[in-house]
């Protein structure tokens, strides 16, 4: 586990100067700053104005990663009714350079965040560039990546609309018919926000077939009044968390390679670490400066990539 000299009492419940001046912030002035990735937690009442102020005091201030990618390969999207979510369901399947549709490949499965989907679910750049990333001056080992539309209710069954079992037993059977992830082949799975906690839920789930996880900025609260107060949509009920509490089921990923990446100021920062003191031993946590934001989710999409790429070749 890795991170700063700073990171004990990050989540303490002391007022600083700036938490002060967080609540005096409007939303709307946030929102000019923040984005798409403020929008999430502002709406939903996650300290109020906090991604404006953090900006302008240097917190969300992360250097862009230097990305390189080889020449893309194929992509396709397309459409299939899911019976698990009751609804028709966008996906993307984009293939690495040198590679195309029939070939049999490990495959990534990457979950998109709250108000997100199939087309937008990485952060500057898309799913055939993600595949062509070059890492340390060479491409990556070749894999597949899918995403697919996952709603708002956070990757977890809710009545009428089961994201989870789509994934499992309609999206991963697509795939393996099509030769991407079918064993030998594994199946990593990635997710930011409301997908990174979706990414180890369905790890935690299905630990018989996901062969690693990488979680970036997950969005974790640690109770259900919590979860509920900050997005009522988010569980169906209070079992449903207890049932879907990636904290709780963590030591289900005792045989996963695990990433999970979280900024200090990640307003789910608490959540993090309470998953991170859970996670078995070996698991990769890294815990740095930055916030919950586009600028943070891309800085640790190509580690994240990676450390994927690493297991599913290995």
Same mark, same amino acid.
């Not at 979950?111 to 898309?126: I, K, R, T």
């Not at 064993?183 to 799975?189: F, H, N, S, T």
């Given at each position: 586990?890795?991170? @700063?000299?700073?990171?004990?009492?990050?989540?303490? &419940?002391?007022?600083?100067?700036?938490?002060?001046?967080?609540?005096?912030?409007?939303?709307? *002035? *946030? %929102?000019?700053?923040? @984005?798409?990735?403020?929008?999430?937690?502002?709406?939903?009442?996650?300290?109020?104005?906090?991604?404006? %102020?953090? $900006?302008?005091?240097? /917190?969300?201030?992360?250097?862009?990663?230097?990305?390189?990618?080889?020449?893309?390969?194929?992509?396709?999207?397309?459409?299939?009714?899911?019976?698990?979510?009751?609804?028709?369901? @966008?996906?993307?399947?984009?293939?690495?350079?040198?590679?195309?549709?029939?070939?049999?490949?490990?495959? !990534?499965?990457?979950?998109?965040?709250?108000?997100?989907?199939?087309?937008?679910?990485?952060?500057?750049?898309?799913?055939?560039?993600?595949?062509?990333?070059?890492?340390?001056?060479?491409?990556?080992?070749?894999?597949?990546?899918? $995403? !697919?539309?996952?709603?708002?209710?956070?990757?977890?069954? =809710?009545?009428?609309?089961?994201?989870?079992?789509?994934?499992?037993?309609?999206?991963?059977?697509?795939?393996?018919?099509?030769?991407?992830?079918?064993?030998?082949?594994?199946?990593?799975?990635?997710?930011?926000?409301?997908?990174?906690?979706? /990414?180890?839920?369905?790890?935690?789930?299905?630990? =018989?077939?996901?062969?690693?996880?990488?979680?970036?900025?997950?969005?974790?609260?640690?109770?259900?009044?919590?979860?509920?107060?900050?997005?009522?949509? *988010?569980?169906?009920?209070?079992?449903?968390?207890?049932?879907?509490?990636?904290?709780? =089921?963590?030591?289900?990923? &005792?045989?996963?390679?695990?990433? !999970?990446?979280? @900024?200090?100021?990640?307003?789910?920062?608490?959540?993090?670490?309470?998953?991170?003191? /859970?996670?078995?031993?070996?698991?990769? !946590?890294? %815990?740095?400066?930055?916030?919950?934001?586009? &600028?943070?989710?891309?800085?640790?999409?190509?580690?994240? %990539? /990676?450390?994927? *790429?690493? =297991?599913?070749?290995?």
């Amino acid at each position: 586990m890795t991170g @700063g000299p700073n990171a004990r009492g990050r989540d303490g &419940a002391g007022w600083t100067r700036r938490r002060v001046l967080t609540l005096a912030l409007a939303p709307a *002035a *946030a %929102l000019a700053v923040a @984005g798409a990735t403020g929008f999430e937690l502002i709406s939903r009442g996650i300290l109020p104005g906090k991604a404006m %102020l953090e $900006t302008l005091d240097g /917190a969300c201030s992360v250097p862009g990663p230097a990305v390189r990618f080889s020449p893309p390969g194929p992509s396709s999207s397309r459409t299939f009714y899911s019976a698990a979510r009751r609804r028709t369901v @966008g996906y993307t399947i984009a293939y690495p350079p040198g590679h195309r549709a029939g070939d049999e490949l490990p495959l !990534v499965v990457m979950l998109h965040g709250y108000g997100g989907n199939h087309a937008d679910a990485l952060v500057g750049m898309s799913p055939a560039q993600a595949v062509a990333l070059q890492v340390d001056g060479g491409p990556l080992p070749p894999m597949a990546m899918v $995403t !697919v539309d996952g709603g708002g209710g956070y990757w977890n069954p =809710h009545p009428g609309d089961d994201p989870m079992a789509m994934l499992a037993g309609e999206l991963i059977p697509l795939c393996r018919r099509l030769g991407l992830g079918r064993p030998p082949r594994r199946i990593g799975m990635l997710g930011i926000s409301m997908g990174g906690y979706g /990414a180890l839920l369905l790890a935690e789930k299905y630990p =018989h077939f996901i062969a690693a996880a990488a979680a970036i900025s997950p969005a974790i609260w640690t109770s259900y009044a919590q979860a509920a107060a900050a997005n009522p949509g *988010a569980y169906a009920s209070a079992a449903a968390f207890a049932a879907n509490d990636a904290v709780t =089921h963590a030591r289900a990923l &005792a045989r996963i390679p695990v990433r !999970v990446a979280s @900024g200090y100021d990640d307003p789910f920062y608490p959540g993090v670490q309470a998953l991170a003191r /859970a996670l078995p031993a070996g698991a990769v !946590v890294d %815990l740095t400066k930055g916030c919950h934001t586009g &600028a943070f989710f891309a800085a640790q999409q190509p580690p994240s %990539l /990676a450390f994927l *790429a690493r =297991h599913l070749a290995s």
